[in-house]
């Protein structure tokens, strides 16, 4: 039988140069956050490591890391011991010189559902992504978890409506984006918080879906991350958030919403998509 009553966290931290530390403060949030009743955590963007693609060096390459490796195994047993769906996002090694943004979808009972890979590769002052990593060529999956039907956007995927159209028309109730994104270099006057507010929640209404958005937080080197990690309903309303501090946002939901939603806002029964063939070419006219 469905499950409509789902709890979810979000776990929001500052990381430090200290891999191993990183992921035991992110373990002790985790198990918080089971105590506490959460049942599906998504983890931050490139998790358990500051935002290397600040620079760029060949030094990098060696944080990657296989998915079949000693680390994601003991995620695995983490969501199995604790009974949760755990969502790990981490910096894959697929093969030699083949590298990519993940995120690991581990079931209640620890098997692996899948890797979703980062689609859509930003490259700009500090964010030099495209130095490490491939587009994705995973898609677009869903996971039909124990807790409900999850789809993943990381990141710079989460900006683009295509992305969150295509989880929700293959069924995804909630949408999870894990997110590395913080002060622009070129505008350092400019914060962009509440542009990803409105950008991604928007995704919630024009879907109907629960969106749930998390990102890291403090200062690496010279970028600083202003966290605001947050849940937002069918209608696009944040029902709650962090501010600029670590911790663990944990909200139980009712996809019961979806249905409203859907319901008095007809936009996926009346989608024309036999119109949409420009959206299929890179043309462009400013």
């Given at each position: 039988?469905?499950?409509?009553?789902v709890?979810?966290?979000?776990?929001?931290?500052?990381?430090?140069?200290?891999?191993l530390?990183?992921?035991e403060?992110?373990?002790?949030?985790?198990?918080?956050?089971?105590?506490?009743?959460?049942?599906?955590?998504?983890l931050?963007?490139?998790y358990?490591?500051?935002?290397?693609?600040?620079?760029?060096?060949?030094?990098?390459?060696?944080?990657?890391?296989s998915?079949e490796g000693?680390?994601?195994?003991?995620?695995?047993?983490l969501?199995?011991?604790?009974?949760?769906?755990l969502?790990?996002?981490?910096?894959?090694?697929?093969?030699?010189?083949?590298?990519y943004?993940?995120?690991?979808?581990?079931?209640?009972?620890?098997s692996?559902?899948?890797v979703t890979r980062?689609?859509?590769?930003?490259?700009g002052?500090?964010?030099?992504?495209?130095?490490?990593?491939?587009?994705?060529?995973?898609?677009?999956?869903?996971?039909?978890?124990?807790?409900?039907?999850?789809g993943?956007?990381?990141?710079w995927?989460e900006?683009?409506?295509?992305?969150a159209r295509l989880l929700?028309?293959?069924?995804?109730?909630?949408?999870?984006?894990?997110?590395?994104?913080?002060?622009?270099?070129d505008?350092?006057?400019?914060?962009?918080?509440?542009?990803?507010?409105?950008?991604?929640?928007?995704?919630?209404?024009s879907n109907?879906?629960f969106?749930?958005?998390?990102?890291?937080v403090?200062?690496?080197?010279?970028?600083t991350?202003?966290?605001?990690?947050f849940?937002s309903?069918?209608?696009?309303?944040?029902?709650?958030?962090?501010?600029?501090?670590e911790?663990?946002?944990?909200?139980?939901?009712d996809?019961?919403?979806?249905?409203?939603?859907?319901h008095?806002?007809q936009f996926l029964r009346?989608?024309r998509?036999?119109?949409?063939?420009?959206?299929l070419?890179?043309?462009?006219?400013?």
């Open positions: 039988m469905r499950k409509e009553l709890s979810i966290a979000l776990i929001q931290l500052g990381c430090g140069p200290d891999i530390d990183n992921r403060r992110t373990l002790r949030q985790v198990e918080a956050a089971a105590v506490e009743g959460a049942q599906i955590i998504c931050q963007e490139l358990d490591g500051q935002y290397f693609p600040q620079r760029v060096s060949p030094e990098g390459y060696t944080l990657a890391e998915v000693e680390h994601l195994k003991q995620m695995g047993a969501a199995e011991r604790l009974g949760v769906v969502i790990v996002p981490f910096y894959e090694k697929a093969g030699r010189g083949l590298y943004n993940s995120a690991a979808v581990f079931d209640a009972d620890g692996l559902l899948g980062k689609n859509h590769i930003p490259d002052p500090q964010y030099h992504e495209k130095y490490y990593f491939i587009p994705g060529n995973t898609g677009y999956p869903v996971y039909h978890t124990a807790y409900g039907v999850i993943i956007g990381i990141c995927d900006w683009f409506p295509e992305t929700a028309l293959q069924g995804a109730d909630i949408l999870f984006f894990p997110s590395a994104i913080g002060s622009e270099p505008y350092p006057e400019l914060s962009t918080r509440r542009a990803w507010e409105k950008a991604i929640s928007a995704h919630g209404i109907g879906v969106v749930a958005a998390v990102n890291r403090g200062q690496e080197d010279d970028m991350f202003y966290g605001g990690s849940i309903n069918p209608l696009g309303d944040i029902v709650q958030s962090l501010d600029n501090e911790g663990m946002l944990l909200q139980t939901i996809l019961k919403e979806i249905d409203f939603a859907r008095l806002l009346d989608r998509p036999e119109t949409y063939g420009p959206l070419t890179r043309d462009a006219r400013a």
